[in-house]
Structure formats: structure tokens, C-alpha cells
């Protein structure tokens, strides 16, 4: 076993490479690790994955239905949702941290290999995503801020182009960057602080300490959904609440870009200020070895602060200081938030009780709120195709000499071009409950293939038997949702409606 130098795992992927874990201090570059260095190093990824959560589910889907049906049986589901999700954040982490080796690249290596799994994971993340709802719906906010009013129907182009010159701006800061990872959670601690800083001290000024309490209750009260509501519109707030339900692995990249475990051993993707940087197309594991055991605790428990104290408390908050404020804004005002007009709903009704400075001030959220989630999101669909790319084609990593910039960039401006043509095919939040159900999808298979992965890992980074368990809840969970939203999809009525 000391000689040890390559890990088979799964099928029709090279093994795994072998060597120690690394050190924290000697990742981070600190003497050691304490919550200072932890609050200035370690935490990162779940920062970029809870920029994408707040906003689809966050500041559309659930203030939508919130508005409408209240918090009662709505927010049980945000509640279970939220902890689904980040058991399984932590579980697909768990693979990349151990091996290095991202999601995309990690679902090779189950049977029947990655020809199958790898073109079968991307068409299932692309068709969530590549509508562009958040897009549009950060358009519809830009415009409303620079003009000083929402938009008439005969303005919507306007509104697209906004939209596309916001994923112009995502471009911009991956090319201005030394590190994209980096580039990326240092705009979300600026952009996830400064909304949920304004959308507190708004929500606390404004809103009575009842409304505060039904969400509250809401949030931990189990109860039947509200009466009219649809499982596909009850599916949508759940696929959306915290992240993408199933899908949630395509955010989980950045573990090893921010050299979480053997993902130092693997290298990142670099900006174009960042110089070259060398990306292993097959990952590396450790041995069973006293010392490797313990570091793995380490590592582990790292990533729990990450996903428990960050992301999961972050979009908990996320969803209930938005849920909470539309509920309010719908009470007083007796207007409903719709499918065409929840984007810029608070700030307009807002903005007629407290005036114009409100006004701007709410669409200032809106638009920070969308913008996170259309920078993670339009981001996550190059990375996790540059990655699958760079993995699987010994031809690719020679045509772009090994640099993955060579692929990333040029690959970037395409799917900003497809982008641009999706968000004309619907409104905004049609668009994004598209997305939250085709997220749902994702829970009926990759549960599954996590657990044929993470079995497989050296023993000290396996799963105990529970976190299986919690693995086959996601499926029921979300999986349930999807197949109401098919039925619905398919005959126009919806197969459960409470």
C-alpha cells in the first residue's frame, strides 16, 4: 500500500492519481486557522453558490407565491428544501475535496462511463439554465432603474438588451481576473453583503413584527400546501429555494479552484491576468493513512462551515427577508405580484408609499440580487463545459496547448450569443419555473451516481450510512415535484393541485 501510486475508480476514466493531502495552513497560506483566517480564506465557494440562490428562487419564485397563497404551507416547503440541498451540497463537495476532480468530470466514472454520463449531465444542466430567466429578469430591473419606471410592453427589447450587456459585464470580470474563482467570490461578498445589509434594514423598518412572525412560522410550521396551489408551481419555489435541487453539483466546482483538499493538487482555472496555470484532466486521492485520516477531518469539517454557516443560513435568510416584504407590500397595497411584473412588483408598490427614493432603492436590490445569480449561472455553464471538454479530449488539451483559457473565453462569448436568443422566448419568471422543475430533474439520477462515487472514495472520506438515506430523500423529495411538472407539461392540467 506505501507504494501505492495510482486509485482506480468507477469505470472508463484513468485511475486517480495518488499523494498526501495538503495542509490547510499550507493551502491558505496562513501560520494557522482561526475564525479570522477561516472568514478571510477558507470560505469562498458556498459565497458564489449562495450568490446564484438568491434571486431565481429568492426574489421570484417565492415572493410570488408567498404573495398569493401566504406563508402557511409554502414555507415548510422552503424550509426542507433548503436542508435537502445542503446535505447534498455537502455530499457532491465531499467528492471533489477527496479527489479533486469536479462533478462533470466525476460523473464519468460511472457505469456505463462517461460517453453517457458526462453528454447526459451537461444537456440536463444546459436545459435548466441556458433560457436565461434570471437574465431577463436582471434586465427588467436595470431598466426600471435607469429610466425611473417599469418598462411598457413595447420596451421589452430594451429590457433584453440590458440583459445581454449584464452578461457582457460577467465577461469582463473572468477576463479581468488573475483567479475566476477568486474574481468571483470577491464580487459576491460585495454583492450578497450590500442586498441582504439594505433588504434587512428595509424589511425591519417597514414590516410589523406579525408578519415577521408568520414567516418565521412558516418557515418551521409543517403544513398542507394552500389551497389552488399546483405541485409545478409548489416544485419550482422548492427547486429554486437554496440553489438547483438536484443540479446543485454545477456550483460545487469551485472546492477545487479554491484548493479545498486534493483539489490543491489539481490546479484551477486562471484569468487571463492570472498567467498560465496547469489543470490535471484526471484527479488525485490519498492513501489510508493515519496522518491523510486526519487531515480529511480537518478538510471536513472546513467544508461544513462553509456549507452549514454560509450557504445554508445565508439562504434561509435569503428567502425569508424577500418573502416576508412582498407579503407586507401585498397586504397594504391589495395588488398581486405576477409572472410579468414580480421582478420589479416590490419597488413599484414601494416606491408609491415611500417615493422615488424607495423606489430606486428596492431596484438596487432587485437588480444586485439577479445580477449574483446571472454571474454564477452564466459562468457555471462555461466552466462545467470547458472542464467535461478538458477532461475527456486528449485531442482538445493539444489543440489548446494545455491552457483551458484558450477554450473557456471563446466558449463564453457562444453561449452569451444563445443566451441572448433564449430570453426572448418567454417572461423572466416563466422562464425561471422552466428551470426550477428541470432542476427537480436532476434529483431523480445524480443522488444515485453520488453514491456509487462516494462509496468508492479512500474509507476516511466515505459517507456513514445516513447520509445515504438523506441522498434517497433528495430524490423523493424533488423527484416528486418533477413529475408533476411533466404531467402538467404534457397534458396543460396539473396531475396534483391542492
Same mark, same amino acid.
Given at each position: 500500500m ?17 499523494a498526501?493531502?495538503?495542509e ?12 479570522l483566517q ?6 469562498? #465557494? ?10 431565481s ?27 435537502l ?7 457532491v ?16 466514472r ?9 453528454? %447526459?449531465a451537461?444537456?440536463?444542466?444546459y436545459?435548466?439554465f ?16 435607469i ?9 421589452? !427589447? ?26 468571483? !467570490?470577491?464580487?459576491?461578498w ?11 434594514a %428595509?424589511?425591519?423598518?417597514?414590516? *410589523? ?10 418557515? %418551521? ?8 396551489i ?11 429555494t437554496a440553489?438547483?435541487?438536484? &443540479? ?12 479545498y483538499?486534493m483539489?490543491?493538487r ?7 491576468? $492570472?498567467?498560465?496555470q496547469e489543470?490535471? #484532466?484526471v ?7 493515519p ?30 427577508? #424577500? ?8 397586504a ?14 416590490a419597488?413599484?408598490? &414601494?416606491?408609491?408609499?415611500y417615493?422615488?427614493g ?7 436590490? $432587485?437588480?444586485?440580487?439577479?445580477f ?28 489548446? !496547448?494545455?491552457?483551458p483559457?484558450?477554450?473557456?473565453? #471563446?466558449?463564453?462569448?457562444v453561449?452569451?450569443?444563445i ?8 417572461? *423572466?419568471? !416563466? ?10 430533474l ?10 456509487y462515487?462516494?462509496s ?21 423529495f424533488f ?20
Amino acid at each position: 500500500m506505501e507504494t501505492q501510486t495510482h486509485y482506480p475508480l468507477g469505470v472508463s476514466r484513468p485511475p486517480l492519481d495518488v499523494a498526501d493531502l495538503p495542509e490547510p495552513e499550507d493551502v491558505f497560506k496562513v501560520r494557522k486557522l482561526g475564525p479570522l483566517q477561516v472568514v478571510q480564506f477558507v470560505i469562498g #465557494p458556498s459565497l458564489i453558490a449562495l450568490g446564484i440562490s438568491i434571486g431565481s428562487g429568492e426574489w421570484l419564485l417565492g415572493p410570488q407565491a408567498v404573495g398569493k397563497f401566504g406563508f402557511v404551507g409554502i414555507g415548510w416547503v422552503i424550509t426542507v428544501s433548503a436542508l435537502l440541498q445542503t446535505f447534498y451540497n455537502v455530499e457532491v463537495s465531499r467528492y471533489v475535496v477527496a479527489t479533486g476532480e469536479v462533478p462533470i468530470v466525476g460523473w464519468g466514472r460511472v457505469p456505463p462511463g462517461w460517453k453517457f454520463w458526462v453528454p %447526459v449531465a451537461l444537456v440536463v444542466f444546459y436545459f435548466a439554465f441556458i433560457f436565461g430567466g434570471w437574465a431577463a429578469g436582471a434586465g427588467q430591473g436595470l431598466f426600471a432603474l435607469i429610466v425611473g419606471r417599469v418598462h411598457r410592453p413595447d420596451e421589452i !427589447e430594451y429590457v433584453r438588451l440590458l440583459a445581454i450587456g449584464l452578461l457582457l459585464v460577467v465577461f469582463l470580470i473572468t477576463v479581468l481576473a488573475k483567479k475566476v474563482s477568486r474574481a468571483l !467570490e470577491l464580487t459576491n461578498w460585495v454583492l450578497v453583503g450590500t442586498l441582504l445589509l439594505i433588504l434587512l434594514a %428595509v424589511t425591519i423598518a417597514i414590516v *410589523p413584527g406579525s408578519v415577521w412572525w408568520e414567516g418565521v412560522r412558516g418557515l %418551521v410550521t409543517p403544513a398542507a400546501p394552500p389551497s389552488g396551489i399546483t405541485a409545478t408551481q409548489l416544485g419550482g419555489l422548492a427547486g429554486f429555494t437554496a440553489l438547483a435541487s438536484g &443540479l446543485n453539483w454545477y456550483a460545487m466546482n469551485h472546492y477545487r479552484d479554491k484548493g479545498y483538499g486534493m483539489g490543491h493538487r489539481v490546479g484551477y482555472l486562471s484569468g487571463m491576468r $492570472g498567467g498560465r496555470q496547469e489543470l490535471r #484532466p484526471v484527479g488525485v486521492t490519498f492513501l489510508d493513512t493515519p496522518e491523510n485520516t486526519s487531515l480529511w477531518r480537518r478538510w471536513y469539517r472546513l467544508l461544513l462551515i462553509d456549507q452549514w454557516a454560509v450557504f445554508f443560513v445565508g439562504a434561509m435568510i435569503g428567502m425569508l427577508l #424577500p418573502t416576508v416584504l412582498m407579503a407586507h407590500v401585498v397586504a397594504t397595497s391589495g395588488q398581486q405580484p405576477t409572472t410579468a411584473n414580480v421582478p420589479t412588483f416590490a419597488a413599484s408598490q &414601494l416606491g408609491a408609499t415611500y417615493g422615488q427614493g424607495m423606489f430606486y432603492l428596492m431596484l438596487v436590490v $432587485g437588480v444586485l440580487i439577479l445580477f449574483s445569480t446571472q454571474l454564477g449561472i452564466f459562468e457555471a455553464l462555461v466552466r462545467n463545459f470547458t472542464d467535461a471538454a478538458h477532461a475527456t479530449s486528449p485531442r482538445l488539451r493539444r489543440l489548446i !496547448e494545455g491552457d483551458p483559457r484558450r477554450f473557456y473565453y #471563446p466558449y463564453m462569448l457562444v453561449v452569451l450569443a444563445i443566451i441572448a436568443g433564449a430570453i426572448h422566448l418567454a417572461l *423572466p419568471t !416563466e422562464l425561471v419555473q422552466i428551470s426550477a422543475n428541470m432542476s427537480n430533474l436532476g434529483a431523480l439520477v445524480f443522488p444515485f451516481a453520488l453514491m456509487y462515487l462516494n462509496s468508492r472514495l479512500p474509507r476516511a472520506a466515505r459517507p456513514r450510512p445516513w447520509h445515504y438515506v438523506i441522498l434517497v430523500l433528495n430524490f423523493l423529495f424533488f423527484g416528486f415535484f418533477f413529475v408533476n411538472f411533466v404531467y402538467e407539461f404534457v397534458t396543460g392540467a396539473a396531475l396534483v393541485k391542492f
